[in-house]
Nanobody, 131 residues
Framework: QALLQESGPGQVESSQTVFLTCDVS??????????WGWFRQPPGKGLELIGY???????FYNVSLKTRPSIARDTVKNQFTLQLTSVSPEDTAVYYC???????????????????????WGPGTQVNVSS
């Protein structure tokens, strides 16, 4: 069973870059059939997939966020990270990391953002962006 824990700055100013870390325990982030994702949920809105990496570290991103997110991993620390550039108050949200175990990958489209398709979740970390 994977245990995930997010950490981040809590508060940032507009136009800055947010850097979040997800520490993973219980399973190696290089394990077969695992996918590691970042999500967010703005106040009063639904869950949104930001992107994810596969076991080789190859990233896939939600096209709606254009080139702003970047997901990377550190296999020594067994963690993966999210960098989100040029933030604005619209990026204020609770940010979650999650993992999915599947030999067939991550669903396409809206299903990829649904909580039920991901197996383990961190508790979330609040990021507030001030104008």
């Amino acid at each position: 069973q994977a245990l995930l824990q997010e950490s981040g700055p809590g508060q940032v100013e507009s136009s800055q870059t947010v850097f979040l870390t997800c520490d993973v325990s219980g399973v190696a982030i290089t394990a077969d059939f695992y996918y590691w994702g970042w999500f967010r949920q703005p106040p009063g809105k639904g869950l949104e997939l930001i992107g994810y990496i596969d076991k080789s570290g190859k990233p896939f991103y939600n096209v709606s966020l254009k080139t702003r997110p970047s997901i990377a991993r550190d296999t020594v620390k067994n963690q993966f990270t999210l960098q989100l550039t040029s933030v604005s108050p619209e990026d204020t949200a609770v940010y979650y990391c999650a993992s999915r175990i599947s030999p067939v990958g991550v669903p396409h489209g809206a299903k990829a953002s649904e909580r039920r398709y991901w197996d383990y979740w961190g508790p979330g970390t609040q990021v507030n962006v001030s104008s």
